[in-house]
């Protein structure tokens, strides 16, 4: 199903994110599974905001092969 396929695709960026050096992870967990801002994820990590978005480009980048590899799936019609 979409849903299956989206579990495993989410493993995949996950295992690709840990690979990554531990500056660029913090930043992404901090930003994207925590949802903090890039001003306060700066703040906690004691980094200008330019360094945040830098990390965060440069794991985009190295995981942008996936989305181009992998066709994302979309929900069904009429299913939440």
Not at 3 to 23: D, G, R
Not at 43 to 53: C, F, H, R
């Amino acid at each position: 199903t979409p849903y299956q396929e989206a579990n495993i695709f989410t493993s995949e960026v996950l295992t690709e994110v840990m690979k990554q050096p531990e500056a660029q992870r913090e930043v992404v967990f901090l930003v994207y599974v925590e949802g903090f801002r890039y001003s306060e994820a700066a703040q906690m990590l004691e980094v200008p905001i330019g360094t945040v978005m830098s990390r965060l480009a440069a794991v985009r980048q190295k995981l942008a092969w996936m989305k181009a590899d992998v066709k994302q799936p979309t929900p069904q019609k009429g299913k939440a």
